[in-house]
């Protein structure tokens, strides 16, 4: 089968292109899993995580991608849950213990780091691990679903936000406007603020409801109950904790964050950013309940994921477009 392989951790300036395209065996399924023909996979920051070494893969080479869309091909032995043709999903999630905190047990393995992923034409995965797509969606549309859809369902939830309150979102990529549109539905009285670098981001929060956008240090017209960060940087942590009302909640949505600012956090200051009883929370992956969930809420609401396709082959190109941090929604694969 086709796939997009990494071989070597390095930056994405030492090296542009750091995925290889390679001819690989086509997985078997083992016990109680499935083999999914992958149409679609979302690509996420995550990966750029990984392929700089942020959270690296445990064994190279490895191919990345865990927002992964197909038709199941093949039951393994004792594989019942799903038929053959079923259009199934699979996120960040690969497999762990089963248990409500199962994103936090030392058996949680993410796709596409821990094991291979779906930058590739299949993937192997139990299948307590994958879910049925609604078919309100098309294949691109459910991508993103998959991680920046149901993390940022998760992240929401950690907020604990009541419709009333108001909520600010910094970054607004492939997780920020899949929760701008989530938070309206599940809370129609809070008014959503974005903050984002970029003015063609801003627009767009603005074109799905928000109520203000303004760049990331920027200061709101009023304090905020809950912000939830979806960016790789630090500055964006400063401003919202300055933001918060007291007793406010500010929930990192990020595998990891990058260097290149953190020098910033030299300027905090705990009256302005910590005191009142300001409260701090960083999502630690995704569980499997998140992800059913999340589907089932998104198919009613429904949500409206802003996708770009780019072909298996282009996934360099696509990683780079992602770093830049100018983007309008998701990018996803279309393999």
Same mark, same amino acid.
């Given at each position: ?12 300036? +030492? ?81 762990? #213990?089963?248990? +409500?905190?199962?994103?936090?047990? !030392? ?44 993390? =940022?369902?998760? &992240? ?6 009541? #419709? ?37 981001? !801003?627009?767009?929060?603005? +074109?799905? =409801? ?8 920027? #200061? ?12 790789? &940087? ?14 406010? !909640? ?37 569980? #499997? ?47």
């Amino acid at each position: 089968m086709r796939a997009m392989s990494l071989a070597t951790i390095s930056s994405l300036e +030492e090296n542009p292109e750091p995925l290889e395209r390679v001819e690989v065996p086509i997985p078997v399924p083992q016990d109680d899993e499935i083999l999914v023909r992958v149409s679609t996979c979302g690509v996420c920051h995550t990966e750029l995580d990984e392929i700089e070494g942020r959270t690296p893969p445990p064994v190279l080479p490895v191919i990345p991608g865990h927002e992964v869309v197909g038709r199941v091909e093949k039951l393994g032995p004792g594989a019942s849950r799903f038929k053959l043709g079923d259009r199934v999903g699979v996120g960040w999630i690969y497999r762990s #213990s089963g248990a +409500e905190d199962e994103n936090l047990s !030392r058996q949680f393995q993410a796709t596409g780091r821990d094991v291979n992923g779906g930058y590739a034409e299949y993937l192997a995965v139990s299948q307590d691990y994958a879910y049925r797509i609604p078919d309100v969606f098309s294949d691109a549309e459910a991508a993103p679903l998959l991680c920046a859809g149901s993390v =940022g369902y998760r &992240a929401l939830r950690l907020a604990k936000i009541v #419709s009333g309150e108001r909520l600010g979102l910094t970054g607004f990529g492939g997780s920020g406007h899949l929760v701008l549109q989530l938070a309206r539905h599940l809370y129609p009285e809070t008014d959503v603020f974005v903050f984002a670098r970029s003015p063609q981001e !801003r627009d767009f929060a603005l +074109e799905l =409801g928000a109520v203000w956008s303004g760049d990331t240090d920027t #200061s709101p017209p009023e304090l905020l109950h809950a912000v939830i960060d979806t960016t790789p &940087a630090w500055l964006p942590v400063l401003a919202a904790l300055k933001a918060l009302l007291p007793g406010g !909640r500010l929930v990192i949505n990020a595998i990891r964050k990058e260097s290149r600012d953190r020098h910033l956090l030299a300027n905090l200051d705990y009256a302005a950013h910590l005191w009142m009883e300001k409260e701090l929370k960083t999502v630690a992956n995704v569980t #499997s309940r998140d992800i059913a969930e999340f589907l089932t809420v998104a198919a009613q609401i429904p949500l409206k994921p802003a996708v770009r396709t780019f072909a298996l082959e282009d996934a360099n190109l696509a990683l780079h477009e992602l770093k830049s941090g100018h983007i309008r929604g998701a990018y996803v694969l279309k393999i």
